[in-house]
């Protein structure tokens, strides 16, 4: 299957720890990448391959694999860090695919 | 630092072609997987194709039928025509450089153009 599974939306308290997760099958060939959309702009890679960070990302954003599902951690989350939040995978037949989303709220 | 610069028309008609191209500075296309990626208004991302730098193409399932993805390589450019469309696919559209290892993921982004079809 291409599909990729979020929940529509998840909160955290300022500071606080949050793991938003990111389930399909194609999770168990591939790890999942991360995308952080603020409105009005263009997503933001955060996160790809075994937990690797592109320059400029905060450390506190990491990432993990189990079975056929991808997690993306945020420990200690700040204002800044709400916004909606996508994972990519792709199948071993080629096409990628993104997760519906989840929007975070950080309280 | 690469950069990527959608540019097209931002009104088609239903049954129409929406065309876009993706203009590159600042790094070759060559290699990479150079794709399309498009978002309607309030709703999530979905993956249209890609190209490589080579020629070879992969699609969307649900909108193979009508999507073609093109490079000039000489330009460093890359292209997106949708055909028939319909207001459902109104989106904002976004051009981006993909990679693909142990994951597949986009590094780099166009600000993202907005195109209506409407009559």
């Known amino acids: 299957s291409s599909e990729l599974t979020q929940d529509p939306a998840v909160s955290v308290a300022l500071g606080q720890t949050v793991r938003i997760t990111c389930q399909g099958d194609?999770?168990?060939?591939?790890?999942a990448s991360w995308y952080q959309q603020k409105p009005g702009q263009a997503p933001l890679l955060v996160i790809y391959s075994e937990n690797n960070r592109p320059s400029g990302i905060p450390d506190r954003f990491s990432s993990s694999t189990l079975g056929n599902t991808g997690s993306l951690t945020i420990t200690g989350a700040q204002a800044e860090d709400e916004a909606d939040y996508y994972c990519v995978s792709r199948d071993r037949s080629g096409p990628w695919v993104f997760g519906g989303g989840t929007s975070l709220t950080v309280l | 630092q690469v950069q990527l610069q959608e540019s097209g028309p931002g009104l088609v008609k239903p049954s129409e072609t929406l065309s876009l191209t993706c203009s590159v500075s600042?790094?070759?296309?060559?290699?990479?997987?150079w794709s399309w990626i498009r978002q309607p208004p309030g709703r999530g991302l979905e993956w249209i194709g890609y190209i490589f730098y080579s020629g070879s193409t992969n699609y969307n399932p649900s909108l193979k039928s009508r999507v073609t993805i093109s490079v000039d390589t000489s330009k460093n450019q890359f292209s997106l025509n949708l055909r028939s469309v319909t207001s459902a696919d109104t989106a904002f559209y976004y051009c981006a450089r993909g990679r693909l290892g142990d994951s597949c993921y986009f590094d780099s982004w166009g600000q993202g153009t907005l195109v209506a079809v409407s009559s």
């Open positions: 600042g790094d070759s296309i060559s290699a990479y997987y």
């Open positions: 194609s999770l168990r060939g591939y790890y």
